[in-house]
């Protein structure tokens, strides 16, 4: 079965400092691996994947991030935060050839003024 | 005009009540996915469609039941709600092969 970790349920970042959110993947064959981030009060809004071909993936909002296969990471990075990037991240991932996907427990980013 | 829609946005009702969830979507995307969110745990998938005529049990179905109307309408009901069905609840679409998923604003259920 497939799964995702978010190790973290909170980062904490000064504005203008760089951002890492973590995720970690389990699944079977090749992954298809997502972000998405929530806003408050807002659904989930789609902010870049990974599929096949360069492990570094650009996003919206000046968000990448970089899919690890021999540590089944897919770590999400922004090299200089900004006070409105403070949300919910969720990562998630889709086994190759299959509909489903699953979501991890989202991580809650803080960037501070 | 939202690509996806819910209603109704907030909605508070008595433990044993019948609840009836709706989503529209305008993005022509033949499938459609129900999901609800608890804090910590993230989101877990509890029906979806990939057409009309197909629906499909997600990961904590049961105390749920779908109606896929049409290609645009797919609706969520609680025959008889509890209070652990305290939650929000997303609609999300999806174009065949398509890999990102497109989500609702979502509805806050709360059973008292």
């Known amino acids: 079965a497939q799964s995702v970790a978010q190790p973290e349920d909170q980062v904490n970042v000064a504005e203008g400092n760089p951002l890492t959110v973590k995720c970690t993947y389990s699944v079977s064959g090749n992954p298809y691996l997502f972000w998405y981030v929530q806003y408050p009060n807002r659904g989930l809004q789609f902010l870049l994947k990974?599929?096949?071909?360069?492990?570094l993936v650009k996003g919206s909002y000046g968000f990448e991030a970089e899919f690890n296969k021999s540590q089944t990471s897919f770590h999400l990075k922004k090299p200089s935060a900004l006070v409105s990037d403070s949300a919910l991240y969720f990562c998630a991932v889709r086994p190759g050839g299959y509909q489903k996907v699953t979501f991890g427990t989202g991580t809650k980013l803080q960037v501070i003024p | 005009d939202a690509d996806v829609t819910q209603t109704p946005r907030n909605r508070i009702t008595k433990t044993g009540k019948r609840i009836m969830l709706e989503c529209s979507q305008t993005k022509g995307h033949d499938r459609m996915y129900w999901y609800r969110q608890d804090p910590g745990l993230g989101l877990r998938l509890i029906y979806y469609?990939?057409?009309?005529?197909?629906?499909n049990k997600g990961e904590i179905s049961d105390g749920y039941s779908v109606s896929r109307q049409a290609q645009a309408k797919f609706s969520l009901s609680l025959e008889s709600a509890i209070p652990n069905q305290t939650a929000l609840y997303f609609c999300?679409?999806?174009?065949?092969?398509?890999?990102?998923?497109?989500f609702g604003p979502g509805t806050r259920l709360t059973v008292l």
């Open positions: 999300a679409t999806g174009g065949a092969g398509a890999d990102t998923q497109y």
């Open positions: 469609s990939f057409d009309v005529k197909d629906i």
């Open positions: 990974y599929i096949t071909g360069d492990n």
